[in-house]
T-cell receptor
Framework: GDSVTQMEGPVTLSEEAFLTINCTYTATGYPSLFWYVQYPGEGLQLLLKATKADDKGSNKGFEATYRKETTSFHLEKGSVQVSDSAVYFC??????????????FGSGTQLTVLP | NAGVTQTPKFQVLKTGQSMTLQCAQDMNHEYMSWYRQDPGMGLRLIHYSVGAGITDQGEVPNGYNVSRSTTEDFPLRLLSAAPSQTSVYFCASISTSGGARAQFFGPGTRLTVL
């Protein structure tokens, strides 16, 4: 079945540091890929997405490129802020997931940014 | 436009009690889902619906029932609560715009079963 593997957390960085959170996936066919962010006490919010190979999703300074050859969708940001502290989830949506409308999530990576 | 709303935000139940978690969306999305979130396990799909009158099971459906009588509402019922159902529950509404299946999540219901 489909699966998403995320970099183990927690991750602690100083403000303005470079961020990478690794995400790899297993899926048949051609999944869409997503990064969601969850701030404390809130639901998940879509951060960015990519629907086909070599697509780059970007939002709020975060970027991720859909790499089909390495089945990866790593999240990056050049300079993190304290306000980026949250849990980040990588997810995929694929036809093989029983329904094309459902998501398979990674386990999440807790990011803490220190001033 | 309120998006996806969930009630209650917090709930404490005793083992064996029943309750309904409410979920509503005002975006006219056909697809809705319920997930539970447990530490270190990400989100797991409980049930989903592809439209009014149509529901199906997800990864962890046991102990939960759903119905979808209208496009807007998708309640989740716990028939006889168990401590293993202590979790945070999220409802999601699914958009298919832009060619990708982005989901919009509610704020969650934190449930504790004693």
């Amino acid at each position: 079945g489909d699966s998403v593997t995320q970099m183990e957390g927690p991750v602690t960085l100083s403000e303005e540091a470079f961020l990478t959170i690794n995400c790899t996936y297993t899926a048949t066919g051609y999944p869409s890929l997503f990064w969601y962010v969850q701030y404390p006490g809130e639901g998940l919010q879509l951060l960015l997405k990519a629907t086909k190979a070599d697509d780059k999703g970007s939002n709020k300074g975060f970027e991720a490129t859909y790499r089909k050859e390495t089945t990866s969708f790593h999240l990056e940001k050049g300079s993190v802020q304290v306000s980026d502290s949250a849990v980040y989830f990588c997810a995929l949506s694929a036809i093989s997931s029983g329904s094309a409308r459902q998501l398979t999530f990674g386990s999440g990576t807790q990011l803490t940014v220190l001033p | 436009n309120a998006g996806v709303t969930q009630t209650p935000k917090f709930q404490v139940l005793k083992t064996g009690q029943s309750m309904t978690l409410q979920c509503a969306q005002d975006m006219n999305h056909e697809y809705m889902s319920w997930y539970r979130q447990d530490p270190g396990m990400g989100l797991r799909l409980i049930h989903y619906s592809v439209g009014a009158g149509i529901t199906d099971q997800g990864e962890v459906p046991n102990g939960y029932n759903v119905s979808r009588s209208t496009t807007e509402d998708f309640p989740l019922r716990l028939l006889s609560a168990a401590p293993s159902q202590t979790s945070v529950y999220f409802c999601a509404s699914i958009s298919t715009s832009g060619g990708a299946r982005a989901q919009f999540f509610g704020p969650g219901t934190r449930l504790t079963v004693l």
